[in-house]
């Protein structure tokens, strides 16, 4: 009876100890991530001021704020996707095929129906890596791996390579237009952000998604469908991805089979910067969106500072690589943390 | 548990049945040595064209082009992990190579894209064993990393080979047999001896099925890590001076997408992506075999753009049928 009653205190002790690490690694972490991205955003934003000729010129900032929020929307459908703990490789594609497909049906039925045929087609693609990876269990990473290559080809055989030009002056004077000074993409973001926000903080849906993503068989125990989660958070994925891809044509005015490409590691940078942790579980839309802004800003300075264009491939896969060992030596430390009190 | 059990089963009846019994026992298995074999002759029968001896030296060509960096993909998959990042390491190791020809001998440039190859693969194992990156992302990043350098080095431009031996000996053909394919069944046997006779494939496949068993039982896991990318690294690169050499060119585009070949060359010959296991004979099979479909698509006159569709499809379909066969356990590569 004494040895009983001995253990459970042990147990109470043990219990209220590792919640004690816990809490103190989850601060700790909050308090790194948003360091994280502080610190790089104050340098950029430093040596864009001081370096950078015309940075903070009228025209420059309105080019980061669109670049910046076409960058946001897609980040805002990988985060959720992150925080499943899954990932979509295949945006850069589904963003051009939704593209491509906006800008041959504005040309035919003008803007409305191009803006909801590009975002349609592109929950059509959300549902097939949805598909593939639930109901035939493809790993994500791979899934939507061969989804990019198949979808780019479909892009390039729709377009037969050539670009497709867009006629319709409402429909590219939608993404060029400003509000109040403000370019209406980057108002597209906001208030999309706000809308995710929304969804993986207070709906049920975000919660489960994020807690699905944290601990998949705890959350499947409570009763969660894993598989429902995870189609959702694909078609979101892939409908933001479209809604950038819409933008994108507004913008340039003209679309070509290439659109895209690479932008599949971007968004992954800006999600992981803004404190979304690769091992999912926690989903930051804030932290998304403001390291969109420092991409577009770093983008934007290199242009400024005539630094050849490859260069912005090196300080991507710097910045990814920064992020990510952030993310990994933090998610060390904690496991580390946990395995000390609790052994 | 099913697994293990087959592999229980299999241990016995290896070791029971005697060795002719086992050749038919591993033929039996090959289902898609069957399948290659009876495309190439559907493929034939179309097109006569397909059996000609200068149209099957193509098909070696690129069969060893995609499977010499497939055998080092092998390894890595056997370990649990994977590596995105070839194509950037075949651009910067073939402009080295192509940079210092002028200036050294033949087998000068290539040991040296070679060596160029395995420091690449040096520092995506650094980034996977000690900063603790999941290898898909980091070789995603080290992808465009390496793909810049390359542009940056040249400018975007192409840099042209000279050197006529050095051709020469990249598209050499003994017969019909093109050198790189010898090379490439030598670099298979040598990988298939490296994964199963070695105390370093068994670290490899001892962490591959179980990464937390092999650590607690004293395996070196990030050494073994670091190694594997190397390796790899090193047949990329060589794959990619071949490849520069029949080109008579390098630049930073000429391998871009080819890692979804090398994966789906590994992934169809029976690898599994959750780690553990490999089979090199597998990968050389799935190598001809995406050979083969690429050069039907020639012949048949289809969009080379329906190759992306193709690719893509096929990988998924191959990961399906896997997942649906063995009980699919958890795969590593994700994380």
Not at chain 1, 9 to 37: C, K, N, P
Not at chain 1, 98 to 106: I, L, N, S, T, Y
Not at chain 2, 132 to 145: D, E, K, Q, W
Not at chain 2, 301 to 326: D, E, H, K, M
């Amino acid at each position: 009876m004494s040895s009983h009653t001995t253990t459970q205190g042990l147990v109470e002790r043990e219990r209220s100890l590792s919640a004690e690490t816990a809490a103190r690694m989850d601060r700790r972490q909050r308090i790194t991530q948003s360091f994280g991205i502080l610190i790089p955003f104050v340098v950029v934003l430093a040596v864009g001021l001081i370096f950078a000729p015309n940075f903070a010129s009228g025209s420059n900032v309105t080019n980061m704020l669109v670049n910046a929020g076409i960058l946001a929307v897609v980040g805002y459908g990988m985060t959720l996707v992150i925080a499943l703990r899954g990932i979509d490789l295949s945006v850069g594609s589904t963003l051009a095929l939704a593209a491509v497909v906006a800008a041959v049906a504005v040309n035919e039925w003008g803007g409305v129906v191009g803006t909801l045929a590009g975002i349609a087609m592109a929950c059509v693609l959300g549902v097939i890596n949805g598909f593939v990876i639930t109901a035939f269990r493809v790993p994500a990473f791979i899934a939507t791996l061969s989804t990019m290559s198949v979808f780019r080809g479909a892009v390039l055989l729709f377009t037969g390579g050539a670009p497709v030009m867009i006629d319709d002056a409402p429909f590219k004077a939608f993404a060029t237009g400003t509000v109040a000074g403000i370019p209406i993409p980057f108002i597209v973001a906001v208030v999309l952000g706000f809308a995710m926000w929304f969804l993986l903080e207070r709906m049920r849906y975000g919660r489960h998604a994020v807690a699905a993503g944290g601990n998949p068989e705890a959350a499947v125990d409570s009763g969660i469908r894993i598989s429902t989660m995870q189609m959702i958070a694909y078609v979101i994925a892939a409908a933001s991805a479209g809604v950038a891809g819409v933008l994108m044509a507004s913008q340039l005015g003209t679309v070509n089979g290439s659109l895209g490409t690479g932008l599949e590691l971007q968004v992954i940078a800006i999600v992981v910067l803004g404190g979304t942790s690769m091992a999912g579980g926690r989903g930051n839309i804030v932290g998304t969106f403001a390291a969109a802004v420092l991409l577009a800003m770093i983008n934007s300075g290199l242009n400024l500072l005539n630094v050849a264009s490859f260069y912005q491939y090196v300080a991507l896969g710097a910045l990814l690589v920064f992020a990510l060992s952030l993310d990994g030596v933090q998610r060390q430390a904690i496991r580390r943390a946990m395995e000390g009190k609790l052994s | 548990m099913t697994i293990t059990n087959y592999e229980e089963r299999e241990a016995v009846a290896d070791a029971r049945s005697s060795l002719g019994i086992r050749v038919v026992q591993q033929l039996s298995r090959q289902y898609l040595l069957a399948i290659l074999i009876v495309l190439a002759f559907a493929v034939g029968f179309v097109n006569p064209y397909f059996w000609g001896g200068g149209n099957l030296e193509n098909v070696l060509f690129s069969a060893a082009f995609v499977g010499i960096a497939a055998c080092g993909m092998t390894l890595l998959i056997a370990g649990g992990m994977l590596d995105l990042s070839i194509a950037g390491v075949i651009a910067v190791a073939s402009i080295t190579a192509a940079k210092v020809l002028p200036f050294t001998s033949v087998g000068g440039a290539i040991f040296l894209g070679v060596v160029v190859g395995a420091v690449l693969g040096l520092v995506n194992g650094v980034l996977v064993a000690y900063l603790r990156i999941a290898p898909f992302i980091a070789t995603l990043g080290s992808l465009y990393l390496f793909l810049g350098l390359a542009f940056i080095w040249t400018q975007g431009r192409v840099v042209p080979i000279r050197s006529t031996n050095f051709r020469d000996l990249a598209t050499m053909s003994f017969g019909h047999v093109p050198l790189v394919a010898v090379v490439f069944t030598v670099l298979a046997a040598v990988t298939f001896l490296l994964l199963n006779r070695t105390y370093f494939g068994r670290t490899l496949r001892a962490f591959g099925s179980n990464e937390r068993a092999a650590q607690l039982a004293g395996a070196h896991v990030n050494r073994t890590k670091l190694i594997a990318f190397s390796i790899a690294g090193a047949m990329s690169a060589l794959s990619g001076v071949f490849m520069a050499g029949r080109l008579a060119s390098a630049e930073g585009n000429m391998a871009t997408g080819i890692e979804m070949s090398v994966i789906a060359a590994v992934v169809v010959g029976g690898t599994a992506l959750r780690g553990g296991r490999g089979t090199v004979f597998g990968t050389m099979v799935g190598a001809s075999l995406f050979a083969v479909l690429g050069n039907a698509l020639n012949l048949l006159g289809v969009a080379s753009y329906w190759q992306y569709v193709l690719t893509g499809s096929v990988l998924i379909a191959a990961i399906a049928v896997g997942a649906r066969r063995r009980d699919a356990a958890e795969v590593k590569g994700a994380g």
